[in-house]
């Protein structure tokens, strides 16, 4: 792809973005840059009162740490974080374990190492989970809370890659039949469709090679002329804004 000089200059400084190491979950590098509208709900608000009534806790897919860690007025008297990303595990030890919280490098589906019964919660937020696993770990009365990024998220800017959405059956109703087939019942269950704005290229760049999976393959040398475009755009004066979707649900399971 032939390019100008500032469009090669323009390059270069997108490989740069794309260089910049991510651990955890940590988007503080875009602090500034992204900009996220906020659901309808707060599920940090959420899991924090239900983590101050519960007395053995387990939250899925913990990441780095970083949102659990930001509770640590509400935890209970037991609890266990996953985290099935290795590089991930060890980012959250650090933070976790000095708070006095067990970390578990596992996934989510049907592998969990914990007895049946094992919480009266489970958290989840962003992580995918087996709804029949979840079910095993409650104990009778137990709620399990989730937020989702729905499969079809940012479908137009992938879009805009010549990619799709790889996981468009994630949805709020695909999702709640499962834990209705698990025995659980559904308490809350509610979708918000909201927008994200990228304030320059480099913040985009930056944060499709932190998510690898919104446009699978994704690199700046791959889609140079794609990235260029999004810049003519942003040079015309229409935002870099794209629909996002989040949709939460709480279930329980019935007191014995």
């Not at 707060?42 to 053995?56: I, K, Q, V």
Request: glycine share 8%; aromatic share 8%.
């Amino acid at each position: 792809m032939a390019t100008h000089p500032n469009e090669a200059e323009a390059l270069a400084n997108w490989g740069r973005e794309e260089r910049e190491p991510f651990t955890g979950w940590d988007f503080s590098h875009l602090a500034g840059r992204w900009h996220e509208e906020h659901p309808s709900w707060s599920y940090d608000e959420m899991a924090g009162a239900l983590l101050r009534a519960s007395s053995a806790a387990l939250d899925l897919g913990t990441g780095g740490g970083e949102r659990l860690a930001a509770m640590a007025d509400a935890f209970p008297a037991r609890l266990v974080a996953t985290e099935g990303y290795a590089p991930n595990v060890e980012v959250a030890c650090r933070r976790l374990v000095p708070l006095g919280i067990e970390v578990v490098g596992s996934g989510t589906g049907t592998d969990l190492p914990f007895p049946d019964g094992s919480f009266d919660l489970v958290l989840d937020r962003h992580t995918a989970f087996a709804a029949a696993e979840v079910a095993r770990l409650l104990r009778p009365g137990g709620t399990f809370l989730t937020q989702q990024v729905d499969g079809r998220n940012l479908a137009d800017l992938i879009a805009r890659f010549g990619a799709r959405p790889q996981f468009p059956d994630i949805t709020l109703d695909r999702l709640s039949d499962q834990l209705r087939q698990a025995g659980l019942s559904i308490e809350d269950a509610r979708e918000h469709r909201l927008a994200t704005r990228f304030d320059d290229v480099g913040a985009l760049v930056y944060y499709l090679r932190a998510v690898p999976w919104t446009v699978p393959g994704f690199s700046v040398a791959k889609y140079g002329r794609e990235l260029l475009a999004l810049q003519a755009q942003l040079d015309s004066g229409m935002p870099l804004s794209f629909a996002s979707r989040r949709f939460l649900i709480r279930a329980t399971r019935a007191p014995a």
